[in-house]
């Protein structure tokens, strides 16, 4: 049984999240149809590579969590595997890093920093990541005035837990085991 906040061991805690995660879910109103339209000149994703890779690449997946990300494939069945835990929000965190790094205007740059930080970092955000309070303090002061390496530390850390958690489960689920077939 869960103790005392500072005692409780790893698995309370992801199951605590688990549940957040799922009430917030069933708590959201429904979006309205307006919302659901995609704008024409937002750019579409690019679409995962259709050949399954070589076993070979897949292996090194194992060793190198930046592999597994450089993968498109590799990327698409990790968030898969994870959404299938319940536990997408580290990657999704990475991945609003990335996109982040890559925006130009100043403009756009306040406006996704607020995004990720209300998505990911404030207390009790809808995906909330597993960061330290040093960590969190950082980029909270680093956000007062946005650069493409405001989320940088905070994205290391999430990467290690990721390294460290996330890609150990997933080299032992069977997402993985397909690809060495």
Same mark, same amino acid.
């Given at each position: 049984?869960?103790?005392?906040?500072?005692?409780?061991?790893?698995?309370?805690?992801?199951?605590?999240?688990?549940?957040?995660?799922?009430?917030?879910?069933?708590?959201?109103? /429904?979006?309205?149809?307006?919302? &659901?339209?995609?704008?024409?000149?937002?750019?579409?994703?690019?679409?995962?590579?259709?050949?399954?890779?070589?076993?070979?690449?897949? &292996?090194?997946?194992?060793?190198? &969590?930046?592999?597994?990300?450089?993968?498109?494939?590799?990327?698409?069945?990790?968030?898969?595997?994870?959404?299938?835990?319940?536990?997408?929000?580290?990657?999704?965190?990475?991945?609003?890093?990335?996109?982040?790094?890559?925006?130009?205007?100043?403009?756009?740059?306040?406006?996704?920093?607020?995004?990720?930080?209300?998505?990911?970092?404030?207390?009790?955000?809808?995906?909330?990541?597993?960061?330290?309070?040093?960590?969190?303090?950082?980029?909270?002061?680093?956000?007062?005035?946005?650069? /493409?390496?405001?989320?940088?530390?905070?994205?290391?850390?999430?990467?290690?837990?990721?390294?460290?958690?996330?890609?150990?489960?997933?080299?032992?689920?069977?997402?993985?085991?397909?690809?060495?077939?």
């Amino acid at each position: 049984m869960c103790k005392g906040l500072a005692a409780l061991p790893h698995s309370c805690l992801e199951r605590a999240k688990e549940i957040k995660i799922k009430l917030g879910t069933l708590l959201q109103k /429904p979006d309205p149809a307006a919302d &659901l339209v995609i704008p024409y000149n937002e750019k579409p994703e690019k679409p995962a590579k259709t050949q399954k890779p070589s076993p070979e690449e897949a &292996l090194q997946w194992r060793d190198s &969590l930046d592999k597994l990300l450089q993968s498109s494939y590799g990327l698409a069945s990790f968030k898969s595997f994870l959404k299938s835990e319940f536990s997408e929000e580290n990657l999704e965190f990475w991945m609003a890093c990335e996109d982040f790094k890559k925006t130009k205007s100043a403009a756009k740059m306040v406006e996704k920093a607020k995004k990720i930080y209300e998505e990911f970092i404030q207390t009790e955000a809808p995906k909330e990541v597993n960061i330290d309070h040093f960590t969190k303090d950082i980029t909270v002061r680093n956000l007062v005035e946005p650069s /493409p390496s405001s989320f940088d530390v905070a994205q290391k850390r999430v990467h290690a837990l990721m390294e460290k958690d996330s890609l150990p489960r997933f080299v032992r689920s069977e997402f993985y085991q397909e690809f060495m077939k």
